[in-house]
């Protein structure tokens, strides 16, 4: 029993208390057992050993390669062994401190720091039901807090992880009380401190991550300091699943032949990676074709609570990946970050954030007969979109939640970046204890998970009654009331009801050009490019699909979808439909569960008939990676100047993502993108016009090939099985063959290559010094840019193809790279020089300085009309600072720190906008740019503003004198005057201003210590 003690009592206490040190040795989960009974270890094979392996003395916990670390570990090496254990501070810096002798002191002084825990009164045992304890746990209930009973769930998770890691330094009492008080606190916008349990990363983002803590390394040489400070000191996994593309369809073949091309473009990246698995502590690296960062983290790495040889803790993860929130739907609560926050995350810094509002969604009902969790996702998405819940945790309850499957939470949790919500929150259920074990989490596992949650009051049961919490806002949606639908031409939460499709369409085409607008005049909206395919004839309409992708974390681990996608195909099948050979379709699972249970099912083989061969494991289409189209449809659509379009499984469906030549992409749920195909054009009316000629002669329509929910329900049934997931996670130890070949380095310290063209040292601490460069104003910044509304990082950072005559094609052709080896801009992030030629190189960029669209800018003292880095780097060669201009939304879209760090390396200073997306801003100040906000009413239309101005911005010299918010007066060379909002939001984003940035101030802090 625990003594009951008022958490005012407990504020007052210790800075006397004493958090006496634990020693922790296990994870997690529990180990896997094989048939045999020799234990194997899971994906994050991490191990401690100083023996010889393969020749090599490893002595240092680090990865090992997947097939050679699966024999190593036959014995005692737990599931989820990070090679130091993940559960209070003080465990953790003595357990380091025996790896890096060298960081004694540092680690003496926070072990000192992370005892005085003064809510050491607080921790209380869980008992096992047959005996024995789980764990102990830091208790909310002990607090004796009426307070905390009505938090929303989301906010209880930051609570406890404060308590936890409450250690009056990075973590005060104050900000618990904050957090308990939130009621009247949030309204405020006040700082907390928040220690996530483990960092996620994907290739795309984290091949520049291990760049950053390579090059981090350096600097701490440069200085005097011992460069192993630089480790991760919490879990980081980091999954490969961005850089395979579809070259290969419609064949059986299709997975290899595209993994073979994947290798070949990026064995440099992946053996960089490979290197960083074992030159630093921690890092767990997925090799590629193994799945989707967020599908693998549901369905595997997701831990939901942590029990680490006593110390029972919830899961939570930030991810460099936007759609990190996918993990929501499992009840832990993860959002997406820049990379350079998860650099400070994964160094041991407390992420600064502002304690957020929570929106209430209440749920009641259920789904009508053939409406999906797509349809859903859709529809919230566009509510909260219109609500308004920007930089919110959106919180969903009622009984309508107990209604909807763990993969339909998961896939409405999935687009909060689309809905603007830092998380969109379910929490733990029957429902997610049932999806456990569906996955092969053991029962044990379960138990011990269901009875922390219940114990410390994170559980819902919605066979009891349940106490009303408090938010800051409500919603709510009965789901009977929910529609088929699609979203587009341009943006996710442009909602289309499927019923209204072909007039909107229509609507598109006279619209001017905008987020529903083409502006085709009338008299060519019915033209026709007729054309040769392979011999075939073939024709494209405004309208005709030349993509249809099964993709995306989205919905490819949703079962239902996935498997109302092969009955689609069944159906069709049997009646004598085909999708046109002319349209590129393919399908990318996010896990090797989903081949197991369309094969199962019996359905993939109707999948291939239309088309829809498996192509590979990993993002595809949805991140732009959609290959090219065949020769003769591209001709035909440029030079008949066709809206071609594409319907995709995905989340993001901005302009110029998708692919170049489809100026229309729509959103869909897997069945509908079958469909689609199938009717070749999204200008139909499904309701009244045949999708197609059946093999009888007779018109079939969009009602004889759609399944009802109960035949998709039997198809779950009797399809998806425990066992497809334990096989599926026990064989992604293994990796493939290809990676298990690649040869890295053993040391510790990289060695730049300079003629490489995927990882490059970048500049950022090139002159670095101990003393930070201080606050800094503008003065007399040409712009740059001047934008509109909803300028997204894909404009700003275009993570696709890189097109012949850019600035970074000129540069790889001048050091020899054929444009066959181009790749795109996402795989070569690990170059800063590629990546600052990339910044602003989207083909359909709108900048009003220009006439036409493209990746032109005017540079003001010549006029002249340039790529927007030549027109930097001629300004910075002058020794002038630049501007942008923009409206709102700016940075919305994938969370994508090169989208920050690009206009830092051209020369940018400052972006004045009227609003930013969250992660965009955060990452702005991680980088020393300065976000400034219009005010309210104005813009620089209103304020009368070209962008032909020089610009002024008025910042006191030193830092103490700036608060975050404070209002900011900037002026120009013609005489206008307006006041801006310094969007510095807390007192820590203001010391990464001060310092150049958030890895120099990591570095310099490192150092002193």
Request: proline share 5%; hydrophobic share 35%; charged share 20%.
């Amino acid at each position: 029993m625990y003594k009951t003690i008022t958490s005012s009592q407990l504020l007052k206490k210790a800075a006397s208390s004493t958090n006496s040190s634990r020693n922790f040795t296990s994870s997690s989960r529990l180990p896997r057992t094989t048939a045999a009974g020799s234990i194997v270890e899971g994906a994050a094979t991490r191990v401690n050993s100083a023996k010889s392996f393969n020749g090599n003395s490893v002595n240092n916990p680090r990865l090992l390669s997947y097939s050679s670390a699966l024999r190593s570990v036959r014995s005692s090496v737990p599931r989820w062994s990070h090679g130091v254990d993940w559960k209070s501070p003080s465990s953790l810096c003595s357990q380091i401190r025996t790896t890096s002798p060298a960081c004694n002191g540092f680690y003496r002084k926070m072990a000192t720091m992370a005892s005085e825990n003064p809510f050491k009164g607080t921790l209380t045992s869980l008992p096992k039901p047959g005996g024995g304890e789980f764990g102990k746990f830091y208790s909310l209930p002990a607090l004796n807090d009426p307070r905390i009973d009505k938090l929303p769930y989301s906010i209880r998770i930051l609570l406890e992880s404060a308590i936890r890691n409450c250690d009056g330094f990075q973590v005060k009492k104050e900000d618990v009380e904050k957090i308990i008080d939130w009621e009247n606190t949030s309204p405020k916008q006040v700082e907390i401190p928040f220690k996530p349990a483990r960092v996620l990363l994907q290739d795309f983002t984290g091949v520049p991550a291990v760049v950053d803590l390579a090059c981090m390394r350096d600097a701490m040489d440069k200085l005097g300091s011992d460069p192993n400070k630089i480790n991760p000191l919490v879990p980081v996994d980091l999954v490969i699943d961005h850089s395979v593309q579809v070259d290969v369809t419609r064949s059986e073949n299709a997975v290899q032949e595209n993994m073979e091309k994947e290798f070949q473009r990026n064995k440099e990246r992946f053996a960089f990676l490979k290197w960083g698995s074992k030159a630093f502590r921690n890092m767990l690296v997925v090799p590629p074709g193994s799945g989707i960062v967020h599908q693998v983290n549901l369905e595997y790495l997701g831990r939901v609570v942590f029990n680490n040889d006593g110390t029972l803790y919830p899961d939570s993860v930030v991810g460099t990946d936007s759609h990190t929130t996918m993990i929501d739907g499992l009840g832990v609560a993860g959002w997406g970050v820049g990379g350079i926050e998860a650099e400070a995350a994964m160094l041991g810094q407390p992420l600064s954030m502002v304690l957020p509002g929570v929106v209430g969604f209440k749920l009641s009902g259920k789904l009508r007969n053939g409406v999906t969790a797509t349809d859903l996702v859709l529809t919230v998405t566009q509510m909260l979109r219109k609500h308004g819940v920007v930089g919110k945790f959106v919180e969903f309850y009622g009984a309508g939640v107990g209604e909807i499957s763990l993969a339909d939470r998961a896939t409405i949790a999935n687009m909060s970046p689309e809905y603007g919500a830092t998380m969109g929150f379910f929490p733990v259920d029957h429902v997610t204890l049932q999806y456990l074990k569906l996955t092969g989490r053991s029962d044990e596992t379960v138990a011990m998970i269901e009875g922390y949650l219940r114990a410390n009051n994170m559980f819902v049961d919605y066979n009891e009654p349940q106490q009303e919490r408090a938010y800051s806002s409500y919603l709510s949606l009965d789901l009977a009331d929910v529609e088929p639908c699609i979203s587009g031409p341009k943006r996710p939460h442009d909602r289309v009801p499927l019923k209204d499709m072909k007039a909107d369409w229509h609507a598109c085409l006279d619209n001017k050009v905008g987020f529903k607008g083409f502006a085709i005049p009338k008299e060519e909206q019915g033209k026709a490019a007729k054309f040769s395919f392979h011999g075939e004839p073939a024709e494209l309409r405004h309208g005709s699909v030349v993509i249809a992708a099964i993709t995306s974390c989205t919905n490819t681990s949703n079962p239902s979808v996935m498997l109302g996608a092969g009955l689609v195909a069944k159906k069709a099948s049997e009646l004598g439909l085909q999708v046109k050979p002319w349209v590129k379709t393919s399908l990318a699972p996010g896990s090797g569960v989903v081949t197991k249970y369309l094969l199962q099912s019996g359905l993939q083989k109707y999948l291939n008939q239309q088309g829809f061969h498996i192509v590979g494991y990993g993002c595809t289409t949805c991140i732009g990676n959609s290959g090219e189209l065949d020769d003769t449809v591209a001709s035909a659509i440029s030079e008949n100047d066709i809206v071609a379009a594409a319907v995709l499984s995905g989340n993001r469906n901005f302009e110029g993502r998708v692919h170049a030549l489809t100026r229309a992409n729509y959103l869909a749920s897997p069945p509908l993108v079958v469909a689609y195909a199938l009717a070749g054009t999204v200008d139909i009316d499904f309701d009244k016009e045949p999708i197609g000629v059946g093999k009888d002669g007779k018109d079939v329509y969009f009602r004889d090939i759609w399944p009802s929910t109960e035949e998709i329900a039997e198809a779950v049934q009797s399809s998806v099985l425990p066992e497809m997931f334990k096989s599926t996670y026990e064989a992604i130890t293994e990796g493939n063959p290809m990676w298990n070949q690649l040869s890295v380095p053993t040391s510790t310290m990289y060695s730049w290559d300079t003629k490489s063209t995927y990882i490059h040292e970048p500049p950022y601490f090139k002159n670095i010094t101990m003393d930070p460069p201080g606050s800094h104003g503008v003065k007399d910044a040409y712009c740059l840019l001047n934008f509109g509304d909803s300028i997204t990082t894909d404009h700003i950072s275009p993570a696709g193809s890189i097109h012949k005559d850019s600035p970074a094609a000129k540069f790889l052709l001048e050091r020899g790279v054929e444009r066959k080896d181009f790749n795109s801009y996402g795989s070569r992030r690990g170059n800063d020089e590629i990546m600052a030629r990339g910044t602003f190189a989207n083909i359909r960029l709108v900048n009003k300085l220009c006439s036409k669209d493209g990746p032109k800018t005017i540079h003001i003292p010549t006029g002249e009309k340039l790529y927007v880095f030549d027109a930097a780097m001629r300004y910075k060669a002058d020794g002038h600072d630049t501007i942008i201009l923009a409206g709102a939304e700016y940075g919305s879209g994938s969370s994508r720190d090169w989208a920050a760090k690009g206009p830092m390396l051209q020369g940018v200073k400052a972006v004045i906008a009227k609003s930013f997306e969250r992660i965009h801003r955060s990452n702005l100040v991680g980088m020393g740019i300065i976000p400034l906000c219009f005010k309210a009413g104005e813009d620089a239309d209103t304020l009368g503003l070209t962008g032909h101005e020089r610009y002024t911005i008025d910042l006191p010299s030193k830092i103490d004198e700036i608060r975050p918010g404070q209002d900011v007066t900037v002026t120009t060379d013609t005489g206008k005057s307006f006041t801006c909002t310094a969007r510095f939001d807390t007192e820590v984003e203001l010391a990464y201003f001060n310092h150049g940035g958030i890895l120099p101030y990591v570095v310099r802090q490192l150092t002193k210590q």
